[in-house]
C-alpha cells in the first residue's frame, strides 16, 4: 500500500507563484521517477514535468522556464515550483510516482488525489 498527498494548490494572481509538495508514504523500497500531470476543464490530463531518481528532468513546453521540478528522496518527497503563473495553468495538478513496493517484483504507479491550482488574471 502506497499512498501520495499532494499539497500547496489554491488560488494566485496572474504572475504569482505557487509551490506544490507531494509526499510518499506506506511500503516503499525504492521511488524511480515521479511527475507532475495535470487536467484542466474539457481537456485530457496532460505530463507536466517529470523527474528521474538521478535527477534528470523534463518539462512540457507551455512551462518551460517558469516551473521546476525537484524532489527530496530522503523524504519521498516531489516539489513543484511554479512561478509567473498563467491563467491556463489552471488545473487540478496531479502527483505520480513509479514506486517499487516492499516485498513486490516490478515497479507500481501511484497517483495522488489532486489539488487545484486557479490563476485569475
Known amino acids: 500500500q502506497v499512498q501520495l498527498v499532494e499539497s500547496g494548490g489554491g488560488l494566485v494572481q496572474a504572475g504569482g507563484s505557487l509551490r506544490l509538495s507531494c509526499a510518499a508514504s506506506g511500503s516503499i523500497f525504492s521511488i524511480n521517477t515521479m511527475g507532475w500531470y495535470r487536467q484542466a476543464p474539457g481537456k485530457q490530463r496532460e505530463l507536466v514535468a517529470i523527474i528521474t531518481s538521478g535527477g534528470n528532468t523534463n518539462y512540457a513546453d507551455s512551462v518551460k522556464g517558469r516551473f521546476t521540478i525537484s524532489r527530496d528522496n530522503a523524504k519521498n518527497t516531489v516539489y513543484l515550483q511554479m512561478n509567473s503563473l498563467k491563467p491556463d495553468d489552471t488545473a487540478v495538478y496531479y502527483c505520480?510516482?513509479?514506486?517499487?513496493?516492499?516485498?513486490?517484483?516490478?515497479?507500481?504507479?501511484?497517483w495522488g488525489k489532486g489539488t487545484l491550482v486557479t490563476t485569475s488574471s
Open positions: 505520480n510516482a513509479g514506486v517499487v513496493v516492499l516485498g513486490r517484483p516490478g515497479v507500481m504507479y501511484y
